[in-house]
């Protein structure tokens, strides 16, 4: 094959790798029935939520709705995983103050067993482990005891100096320590020693150890420290809902103005639309994303609508039209190349 040849290959397939690098995905919509109110996304798309009736349920991307049993009021979800495990906080019968709850794989819905006059999860993660803390609790020093319920069986963790807010699958956690100012990190029983500022208000945390959220004067950001080296990306003027295990961020401008960061670069996802069937609707916020990169948004219509959605990305057509044709291109002169040797 002529060199020229090669190099126009070579640029046609570095120019579909680039562009699948750079451009963000574009989406088409699933509107989520008016009867159930979203609240959080797992890595199968199922969307654990509230139904009218004040329960929880689990939206399957097939459309069914799984209703959860349980006397509850006063429903917060806060937690959902790949297991199908939900947790929350709910007033239950015989409690006059929240407690925390949990619906394992579909099942009945369970008190987590810790003592205390109040009991909040604060989330679960892909190994079942929960995090939370008690407000009240008997025999201790402190005001509220955090507490991680392992998800192998093992013996449960329990702090009278600090409350984990994130935990990611590998068991790092986030948290609140009694009496010192900002966030800290603890893993395999040690404390970290990085002491994240006081103005960072942390909303997610990935499996890579990268946080994200809002610092106190509103811009949103994105951080990881490597080796004692933070890498700070800020994101845009807001405030920041999720974030993926590939460091996709999302969330809303202070004009509510649902957003996206993608590989470096903040985007609209109102400009992200693939679906003309709901033209006309602007995203306002982005509650949560996926691994699959899924997102769950909310959105307004052209007559004052308001809706829930499940934004699922669609491949990116001007990367596979240029892979498309540089197969074609090699293919066809691999032909005219044995023409000649046959001539």
């Given at each position: ?31 989520l ?16 939520g509230i ?11 097939d ?6 049993s ?8 806060t937690g959902?995983n ?14 006059s ?28 993660n ?5 995090i939370?803390?008690?407000a ?25 100096d ?40 942390i ?31 800020e ?22 103005l649902?957003?996206l ?14 679906d ?30 308001y809706?829930?959605?499940?934004l ?9 039209t ?17 023409k000649?040797?046959?001539n």
């Amino acid at each position: 094959m002529p060199k020229f040849v090669q190099l126009l290959v070579a640029v046609l397939a570095l120019a579909a790798c680039t562009a699948s690098a750079q451009q963000a995905p574009l989406y088409r919509a699933t509107r989520l029935d008016g009867q159930f109110s979203p609240r959080i996304l797992n890595d199968l798309g199922q969307i654990a939520g509230i139904g009218q009736d004040g329960k929880p349920a689990i939206w399957n991307p097939d459309g069914s709705l799984l209703q959860l049993s349980g006397a509850v009021s006063q429903l917060t979800i806060t937690g959902f995983n790949n297991q199908g495990t939900l947790v929350g906080n709910a007033v239950i019968p015989g409690y006059s103050l929240p407690q925390a709850v949990a619906w394992r794989h579909g099942g009945a819905m369970e008190r987590l067993p810790f003592q205390g006059l109040a009991g909040f999860a604060q989330g679960i993660n892909n190994r079942g482990d929960i995090i939370g803390y008690m407000a009240g609790a008997p025999d201790t020093r402190s005001e509220q005891v955090g507490f991680i319920q392992w998800g192998d069986g093992r013996t449960p963790q329990q702090f009278d100096d600090y409350t984990p807010q994130l935990i990611n699958d590998l068991g790092f956690v986030i948290g609140q320590r009694s009496g010192e100012p900002g966030v800290r990190s603890w893993q395999d029983g040690a404390f970290g020693q990085s002491l994240f500022s006081n103005d960072l208000f942390i909303r997610a945390l990935n499996n890579e150890g990268r946080v994200a959220g809002t610092q106190s004067d509103y811009h949103a950001f994105s951080l990881v420290e490597r080796d004692g080296v933070r890498d700070m990306q800020e994101l845009w003027f807001g405030f920041v809902s999720g974030m993926n295990n590939a460091g996709s961020v999302v969330g809303e401008t202070e004009f509510s103005l649902a957003m996206l960061w993608y590989q470096g670069r903040a985007y609209a996802l109102d400009h992200l639309w693939a679906d003309p069937q709901f033209s006309g609707w602007s995203l306002l916020s982005a509650r949560g994303i996926n691994d699959r990169g899924e997102i769950l948004a909310s959105a307004t219509g052209p007559f004052e609508e308001y809706a829930q959605f499940l934004l699922s990305p669609v491949p990116e057509p001007r990367a596979s039209t240029l892979l498309l044709a540089g197969l074609l291109l090699l293919l066809a002169l691999g032909r005219v190349q044995q023409k000649l040797h046959a001539n």
